[in-house]
């Protein structure tokens, strides 16, 4: 079993960063982890993942601002996230799932609370 915990949102002003976290408890190790996010009105949408050997994938939208990474020694998950712009407003959660694909994640994956991430113009 599987339990994530995220955190790290917030409300800052557009150009500004934010760093979010998951703690999991439960070994995630050889899993693919993700952060993921929905806008109000708005599907859920992939953002970042990483897999057990830490090839790291981002959505276009956010390559060169966010970055994912994991410290697998204090199980956690973070996503650095700069120059964050309003249509970066979202929730935004933490998934575990055995492969990397998105069906996956949403199929059978492990999901956190959500933490809100508000960027204001």
């Known amino acids: 079993q599987v339990q994530l915990v995220e955190s790290g949102g917030g409300s800052v002003q557009a150009g500004g960063s934010l760093r979010l976290s998951c703690v999991a408890s439960g070994n995630t190790d050889y899993y693919c982890m993700a952060w993921f996010r929905q806008a109000p009105g708005k599907e859920r949408e992939g953002v970042a993942s990483?897999?057990?050997?830490?090839?790291?994938r981002h959505i276009d939208s956010v390559k060169g601002r966010f970055t994912i990474s994991r410290d697998a020694a204090k199980k956690t998950l973070y996503l650095q996230m700069n120059s964050l712009k309003p249509e970066d407003t979202a929730m935004y959660y933490c998934?575990?799932?055995?492969?990397?694909?998105?069906?996956?994640?949403?199929?059978?994956?492990?999901w956190g609370q959500g933490t809100q991430v508000t960027v204001s113009s």
């Open positions: 998934a575990a799932s055995v492969g990397c694909s998105i069906i996956g994640f949403l199929q059978s994956g492990w």
């Open positions: 990483i897999d057990s050997a830490g090839t790291t």
